[in-house]
């Protein structure tokens, strides 16, 4: 009883939680300085969507159009041929950014693991038609380092 | 020649000291707010404008000086203009009275360092503080909306219910330094040789309580806060109109720092004056124990606005009325007691 | 000379608009006021509306599932797991066990994020600040888990028909341990700075009252039922996935004011913390995913499956037809039933308390208007 009186009297409840403010005013900070500092991302980060090729230097996309089938927004548009080794070949591969949700359900359906996540998501343009990205700039090499300074 | 100096020259450059004082110490305020809350929160204020974000308050001023001044269709033109005024100019005008040290010494002359000391320097204090909170009723009135006024008289009646818990509280005080003039009043804890927040704790309690009440800090900023439905009295300012209230805001807390230094806790005197052998301090001037003190209570309110909720309107006014007030008026009543039967 | 007017007082007609800050989003509601006390109230909703259950019957069932995701944003896993269940109920199939636990962890978690910014924004709009930052500073931590597992840190879309989609990447259960090794020291915090301080229980205390029976009546259910003292939690009446080999308390207030509804919630993440401890240790090798055709197609018939959300009882109901989309999707939302409640716990209280009500429901108007 008399030290609930006590409690009362000087606060006691208040300058707890004060303490647990100055506690933390001694931590530091947990923040990062963008854009000096960047966080280091995870391996299955979903960053931008990219064609990859293999070691040989070929289009591992088959044009099958599981990618298509799997998009519930119907993003991906592919438009094929045959090549002269009798496999099918996209010619043009158009993927619409403004909508693509990152789900990733292309990436799982994917057969031969042409489409995949890399790691870029600093992606705002100026121009809305930037982001439909055609074929040429789907592939992470040299070229394409930035997708929309090539357009 | 000596009248000229010693009533023109010197005043006036008291009011520029004082001014550019509560100005820069206006900014620095925020900055440090700023950072303070950031810290608190693990993460870092303002820190891209000019070094650590220094500069981060010059460019609010201009921003707001830039700012559009929009005068909504239905407003009492001369009120709407005049109250932003009196607010900042009430919140300026009482730290002409506030001794900021003891009496230098330069070139043979002897210079105070506060501009005016009345004897009657508490209550012309008070009557002042009063007259802002005028600045905040006109300013909800004038702006011819429901909300804006519904605001401005809760903080209305905040400020009034506090004050005479403010008035209560220094009357104790009273009863030792036995004078209203803020210099008395620190020379009589230099001759009682303590400070009046040991022989008074409760009313030095109540004094800062109510401070933090008066300058709309919280735990008690309900008139103004954002989740409030409206953004109380200063709803339809903008620009330099807005940016008098919130200097003032700020020029209040500054204030009751202040006078809790001078009133409680010695004003310019330093800690210990008993103790020999800490008499080295005896070097350091007068006017750097003052305004450490005076840091070390503005620190003190913005601890308590990173931590603590804030109360709702009518629990507000019940601790002023139900609590703060009985108090005082005990805390007189017993002092008087202590003071006739010592004597 | 003339005219008399009949003195009387109206009630004023105040709107609280869809844009203000602190009605966790675009909430309208219409206030009649008597003075400073509220009257009469009515939350306008429809805000936010995007048709999602319409949008169910031209997606395939797979398809659909990162739509679910944007229902609760704030505690996505929940409406994915629903929803997985209740397709996995339609179609009777069995899902392997190491799958059934890391879902359970990876809910749990999720209802550990979604607490942390009921907990923030509600000692936000009361006026502890910093009480926000420090929730918002835990949650970065379950969000990097979450990227660690799947690639996204909110909108998950992780768990499959038949099972998850990837398994645990190694070094996952480490960080896990770790985690739950450090958060009850920062619900002890948080307690710390609000569950004594008498500031927050003069704003909370007898604020909101709503008795069991009515809570009852109105449909309520989750934290806000719990609160109220009725003993009802889905993961006990009716188990789910594992949740009847796992041991858990279920906690409950006495009176249902918002401060019971705080502390079921606290409790509540501190069982959490309990539940992921015993599904870390039980969990066994195997596979992560039932054989499941390609194609789905479930056999024609209805379902409704409902499991325990953060929010309350989240439940979908699904008719299908025998082909590749569902023939209609409905989503019993709890903010949504929640929200009625809204009505009669402001009735009497000052304006003031109208944030902190709110608040303590712990809606979502992405759930509300779907």
């Known amino acids: 009883m008399i030290k609930k009186i006590f409690k009362k009297i000087f606060l006691i409840d208040l300058i707890k939680g004060l303490l647990v403010t100055l506690k933390y005013f001694f931590l530091g900070k947990i923040t990062v300085q963008y854009p000096e500092q960047k966080l280091k991302l995870q391996p299955r980060f979903r960053g931008l969507l990219r064609l990859y090729k293999d070691e040989e230097g070929n289009d591992l996309c088959i044009a099958c159009g599981q990618c298509i089938r799997a998009c519930p927004d119907s993003l991906i548009s592919i438009y094929s041929e045959r090549g002269p080794d009798k496999k099918l070949r996209p010619i043009t591969w158009t993927f619409n950014l403004s909508r693509c949700m990152f789900c990733g359900l292309c990436v799982e359906a994917c057969p031969t693991n042409a489409i995949r996540f890399s790691h870029e998501y600093e992606l705002a343009v100026y121009d809305r038609k930037k982001l439909y990205i055609h074929k040429k700039n789907m592939y992470l090499d040299e070229n394409t380092k930035k997708y929309f300074e090539e357009n | 020649m000596s009248i000229f100096i010693d009533f023109v020259l010197i005043p006036i450059i008291k009011i520029l000291v004082i001014v550019t004082f509560v100005f820069v110490s206006v900014l620095i305020l925020i900055w440090i707010e700023r950072r303070f809350q950031g810290f608190v929160q693990s993460r870092l204020g303002p820190n891209r404008v000019g070094p650590q974000g220094i500069l981060q308050s010059v460019a609010d001023a201009i921003k707001l000086l830039t700012k559009e001044d929009v005068i909504p269709n239905q407003v009492d033109r001369f009120i709407f ?100 003039s803020l210099v008395e009043i620190v ?7 303590v400070w009046f927040a040991f022989i008074q704790p409760l009313a030095f309690f109540i004094f800062f309580i109510a401070g933090v009440a008066e300058s709309n800090r919280l735990p008690f900023d309900l008139p103004e806060a954002e989740s409030e439905l409206v953004g109380g009295f200063h709803t339809e300012y903008s620009g330099m109109k807005f940016a008098f209230y919130f200097v003032a805001e700020f020029a209040h807390v500054i204030f009751f720092s202040a006078l809790v230094t001078v009133l409680f806790f010695g004003g310019w005197l330093r800690p210990f004056p008993n103790v020999d052998w800490l008499n080295f301090l005896d070097y350091i001037p007068p006017v750097f124990w003052f305004l450490g003190k005076l840091a070390f209570f503005v620190f003190i309110f913005m601890w308590i606005r990173a931590t603590w909720p804030r109360y709702r309107y009518d629990q507000l006014e019940m601790i002023s009325w139900k609590w703060l007030i009985p108090l005082a008026l005990v805390n007189i009543f017993i002092t008087g007691l202590i003071v006739i039967l010592v004597k | 000379m003339g005219k008399r007017y009949l003195e009387h007082t109206k009630e004023i007609i105040m709107n609280m608009g869809p844009q203000h800050p602190s009605t966790h989003g675009v909430l309208r509601i219409k206030l009649w006021l008597d003075g400073e006390t509220v009257v009469k109230s009515e939350p306008i909703i429809g805000y ?73 924004t509600q000692a936000n709009d009361i006026g502890a600040v910093t009480v926000l930052l420090y929730c918002f500073r835990e949650r970065e931590e379950i969000l990097d888990i979450f990227e660690m597992f799947c690639g996204a840190r909110l909108t998950l879309n992780a768990f499959r028909i038949g099972g998850l989609a990837h398994d645990i ?42 008795s069991a029976e009515d809570a009852i009546d109105l449909g309520l259910s989750g934290p806000s039922l719990r609160g109220s003292g009725v003993k009802w939690d889905i993961r006990k009446s009716n188990p789910y996935s594992v949740y009847d080999e796992l041991e858990f308390d279920i906690p409950t207030g006495e009176i249902g004011d918002v401060y019971d509804r705080y502390k079921v919630r606290i409790e509540e993440m501190r069982q959490s913390v309990r539940i992921i401890k015993q599904a870390l240790e039980m969990m066994p090798e195997g596979e992560i995913r039932a054989k499941v055709p390609r194609i789905i197609k479930p056999p024609p018939g209805e379902v409704y499956h409902s499991i325990e959300a953060p929010k309350g009882e989240l439940g979908f109901y699904i008719v299908s037809d025998g082909s590749t989309m569902p023939y209609r999707v409905k989503i019993r939302a709890p903010s949504f039933v929640n929200l009625q409640s809204l009505s009669k716990m402001i009735e009497g209280h000052l304006v003031a308390d109208i944030v902190a009500i709110i608040g303590s429901i712990d809606i979502v108007l992405g759930e509300v208007d779907r």
């Not at chain 3, 985690?179 to 500031?199: G, M, T």
């Open chain 3, 169 to 210: 990447p190694p070094g996952f259960k480490e960080r896990v341990k770790d985690f739950i090794e450090r958060f009850p020291k920062y619900i002890d915090d948080y307690e710390r700075l609000l569950s004594e301080n008498r500031i927050w229980l003069q704003r909370t205390k007898n604020v909101g009252i709503i």
């Open chain 2, 187 to 193: 020379k009589a804890q230099q001759e009682m040789k």
């Open chain 2, 81 to 180: 203009n005049i109250s932003p005024i009196i607010a900042f100019v009430t919140a300026l005008v009482v730290f002409a009275l506030i001794p900021f040290g003891a009496e230098l010494n330069i070139f043979g002359r002897k210079i105070t360092l506060y501009l005016a000391d009345l004897n009657i320097g508490l209550l012309f204090i008070i009557g002042f503080n009063s007259i802002g909170v005028f600045g905040i009723i006109l300013g909800g009135w004038a702006a011819k909306s429901k909300y804006p006024l519904l605001g401005s008289l809760r903080s209305a009646s905040q400020m009034i219910s506090y004050e005479v818990a403010l008035i209560m509280s220094l009357v104790s005080v009273l009863f030792f330094s036995r004078s209203l």
């Open chain 3, 48 to 120: 936010l509306h995007r048709g999602i259950e319409k949008l169910a019957e031209f997606r395939t069932y797979t398809q659909f599932m990162p739509i679910t995701d944007r229902l609760d944003y704030v505690s996505a896993a929940s409406n994915n797991l629903a929803w997985v269940q209740a397709v996995e109920k339609l179609m009777g199939i069995e899902v392997p066990r190491r799958a059934e636990f890391i879902r359970v962890i990876i809910t749990e978690l999720m209802r550990i994020a979604n607490h942390l910014v009921w907990l923030g």
